[in-house]
Structures are given as C-alpha cells and as structure tokens.
C-alpha cells in the first residue's frame, strides 16, 4: 500500500497520521523528544539543526496553542518561522490552496504545517508538493492530529513508562475528535493493552469498537481502577442540531470531577488537549489538581514538534556517523 | 587484512594510558564530559579509575550526544537513535575536559563544543581520545590520547564495550 508518509526506504518523509505510522517510527519520534526536552531545560534553548530553513505554518483554521507551539519548536531548531493566517487572507480572495503553497514554495519555504477543517487537507498538500518538501498534519477536520497523538503518548510515557501494563480512558466527544483518532492509533500502536472511550451515544461515531476499544456509556463504570484519564473538549464549534441537552446536563453526566476521579487508580493521571471547558466536560479543581498534567502536556508538545521537523528535514538514511 | 599485519592496539591497555596521563590535569573547577557512546563508556571507566582524585577535586561529569550540533545532519539526518545530552553542573567558567573513543576528522569534537557553548563559557576544553587515527580536517587534536595510528579512510575503527564492560577496538573496512 502506497503511505505518502513514507520514503521508498520506509523513512519518515510527512507526517500526516498516525494511522499507518509504524511502531518503530513512532518510538523514534518519542525518543528523539526526550533529547529535545533537555533542550528547552538549558540557558540558550536552541540547537542549529533547521539553520536556514524556511517553516510555513499554514493556519486555515484558528489554534493558537498549537501555532504556537509549532513556531517555538521551530525556532529552537533555528529555523526561520511564517505563521499564515490564511484564512484571513488569500483564501478569502479566492486563492485556491494550491496556489497559496505554490507560491510559498516560490519564496523557497522548506517544510509547512497545515491545520484546516477539511480533513485530508494535508494529505492533499503532500501529494502536490516537490519532493524535497516536508508536511505536517496539525489538524484536518475530523480526521487526524497527529501531534497531539504523539505528545499525549510522550506525556504518558514520561508519568506511567509500563505502556503493556495500562488502562486507559478517553472520555466525551469521540465524535468530533481528530485527537481521540489519533489518540487510539497510537495507544494501539504502542501496545497499551487496554483502551476505553465514555461517552453518550450522540457523540461516539458509529463501529467505533472497530477501532479495538471499549465502549462505555456509564462514566462512573468507565473510570474505574483505569491509569490515565484522556479528557476531550466538547465541540461546540462542530456541532449541528441537538446532540446534548445542555452543557449542564453534560457535565452532570460526563464531566470530570475529582469525586468521579477517585474512582480511577490512585495515582492516575489526567489529560487534556485544550483549550479546557471548565465546569463543561471537566472540574477546575481536576483541571488544576495534583493529578493534572496538562500544562505538561503542552511544554511536551515542543520537544514532540522539534523532533517530528528535525526528522523530516535532514537527510534520512539513518545516520552512520564518522 | 590490515589487522593482521598492523595488530590494534589493546583498548583496556590505552585505557590504562589515558587515565594516568590525565590523573594531573584534574583539579579544582574541572569537570568530564563524555561524548555519546563510546566517550560515555570511557568515561564510566575513568570515573572508576581515577575514583580518588575525582573525589579529592569534587571533578564533575555529564554526557553530550551532538546529533543536533552534527554538520552532516543535511546530508545524513538524525540516526535513530540519541540521547539527551546530561550536563547537570554549571559550564559556566569550568576546565572541561571532553572524551571520545576515536579522533578522525575533529568534527564531532567541534559539534561537542557547539554545544557546550550552549551551556554557558566554559574556562577551557581539551580533549582525550582512547585512539588518534589520524585524518584531521579541522585545526583540532586531542591532548591526551592512548595511541597514534595511521588507517585509510575506508577502514572504520570502532569501541565495542563487550557484555563484561571492559572495551575493545574493531577494525571494519567497506568496498570503495
């Protein structure tokens, strides 16, 4: 099967998915992090790997931590970084996307990050692009976020490393989630021999237990003696017609308090993409609590996105050194 | 082939050379620093061998993996594998002294310093290899070294640390 992610050598050439990324690569992106989190723990956070490279952010839809992550990660590698708020600009004059990377790729940008609410924007782009051009998928629609998969996986490692030994838990908007796709490929990946998703019916996709996880309707039941807690962020944005009775009631039933908490394990951690609905689908004194590792999970995400572009843009053969 | 008629010299012997020539450089304000992975192993050794002064000195030590300072990295990119880099001490003002297994080119020891310098100004840096093989392409050599020797540059001089953690030399040659 043709993976545009991969080189003919099986090497990493996009990131797109994780879907269809191999258990290998995978650990090698989250072992490279390790090296860039010490990185970010010196005086002068910045290693000259991407010198003289030109990183695109390609923001059709709005994220500002994500853009901003990805800009940090590339600025520690020493590239140099234009954030494109595109669709306040050529988009609404009637620039296809093409053109607009076309014309990127005419001021000799080197790698772009693409976010969009189309899903299979960025495997569009990929499949247009110069051979010498990396993509990166950071966000498509309904369909994949792959850095987030990889930095919520690195999180888990860094707090519970006995990956074959864990019970997880992704609990509330399945359906609309991009990260929760990603979250389970790579838990499934990665050999985590348990994955539970809670949610309401309304927000589960349909066969979801095709994806090897299982379904709990009941929060309090779906919590129980689990190791990690993966909370999603109820999607207003994405939500036509009446799926919930109110964000009340939701939270009344599926939000995370630290009562519902206890009945995980006792040392179970809890995570969440952002940006958080407090009092929504989780309790502040949770999204603040000692068990909280959320704003771990952000400083993550750098190490996750330094490696991921420090992967793509060098040459690929696995480096022997002299 | 070149092996045979030029046996490699005995690593733990070099081994035993670097220490006590290094044994007078350790003093106050000094601190080792190994390069991943061979320079690591040495170190480990070392920080046995020369136990006493090290304590005596209150000698420092860390470990740098130069993948990210590499300037093959266009051409080669990562290898699959690095570490982090572990300097747990204050650069700043310090005499490091780097070790590595084998000095070719003196490009990995630029890379080290690179990156050291992203640590804080040191006070110096000099540099102990087990084995100089000769071949320099920068004004860079270490100061202390077990041996001297000569290979071309289709044979591949490599430490190996075997299961009992005692080092030997390996001699690899490729087709040109």
Known sequence: MNNPQLDADGSLRHLLSIDGLPKKILNQILDTAESFVGVAERDVKKVPLLRGKTVCNLFFENSTRTRTTFEIAAKRLSADVISLNVGASSQSKGETILDTVNNLIAMQADMFVVRHAQSGAAHFIAKHVPAHIHVINAGDGRHSHPTQGLLDMFTIRKYKPELHNLRVAIVGDVLHSRVARSEIHALTTLGVPEIRVIA??????????????????????????????????????????AMLPSTQEYFKTYGLTQARLALAKPDAIVMHPGPMNRGVEIDSSVADGKQSVILPQVTYGIAIRMAVMAMLAGGQNGGQTS | MTSKNNPLPNAEDLLKSIAS???????????????????????????????????????????LDVSFYRDDYAKRGLKSENRPSQIGFDVEGKHIILIDDVFYTGRTTRAAMNELFDYGRPASISLVALINRGGRELPITPQISGASISLDANQHLQLVQNPDNTLSLMLNVSET
Not at chain 1, 201 to 227: C, I, R, S, Y
Not at chain 2, 23 to 51: C, D, F, H, Y
């Open chain 1, 200 to 241: 309401p019916k309304t927000l589960l996709p349909t066969q979801v237990e095709k994806l090897g996880v299982h379904v709990f309707h009941n929060m309090d039941a779906g919590l129980k003696d689990v190791d990690v807690v993966m909370m999603l962020r109820l999607q207003n944005e994405r939500m036509n017609g």
């Open chain 2, 21 to 63: 020539q290094l044994a007078p450089s350790l003093k106050a304000n000094t601190a080792l620093v190994g390069i991943e992975s061979g320079g690591v192993w040495l170190m480990q050794r070392l920080l046995n061998l020369l136990a006493k002064p090290i304590a005596q000195y209150g000698v420092e030590h860390g470990t």
